[in-house]
């Protein structure tokens, strides 16, 4: 099976920043993307930053020159690394990734179980 773990969650200050991890492992063959996106209390997920197989990436416009997302292929993870955080990040922040399997025809989507992330003002 598909396993998306995370980690680097925590409580930091304002201003401070956090580098998040997310590992993907099974048998995969190719992963086509892969993206962090975020879900506060009492909102809607919201796509933070994406990042696709030629490495173009994505990011929200509220966090466009703060946070950047690069993976290693090697190891099938992708990180997020979060600067000047502000109060407004606090959110649990999921891990996505759309992979094809080996022995599998078709590609499949697959969400880690969430870290929360607290920015104390």
């Known amino acids: 099976q598909v396993q998306l773990v995370e980690s680097g969650g925590g409580l930091v200050q304002a201003g401070g920043s956090l580098r998040l991890s997310c590992a993907a492992s099974?048998?995969?063959?190719?992963?086509?993307?892969m993206a962090w996106h975020r879900q506060a209390p009492g909102k809607q997920r919201e796509l933070v930053a994406t990042?696709?197989?030629?490495?173009?990436?994505n990011y929200a416009d509220s966090v466009k020159g703060r946070f950047t997302i690069f993976r290693e292929n090697a190891k099938n993870t992708v990180y997020l690394q979060m600067n000047v955080l502000k109060p407004e990040d606090t959110a649990v922040y999921y891990c996505?990734?759309?992979?094809?399997?080996?022995?599998?025809?078709?590609?499949?989507?697959?969400w880690g179980q969430g870290t929360q992330v607290t920015v104390s003002s």
């Open positions: 996505y990734a759309e992979l094809l399997q080996s022995s599998a025809w078709l590609p499949g989507t697959y």
């Open positions: 990042i696709a197989a030629d490495s173009s990436t």
């Open positions: 099974g048998n995969i063959f190719v992963i086509y993307a």
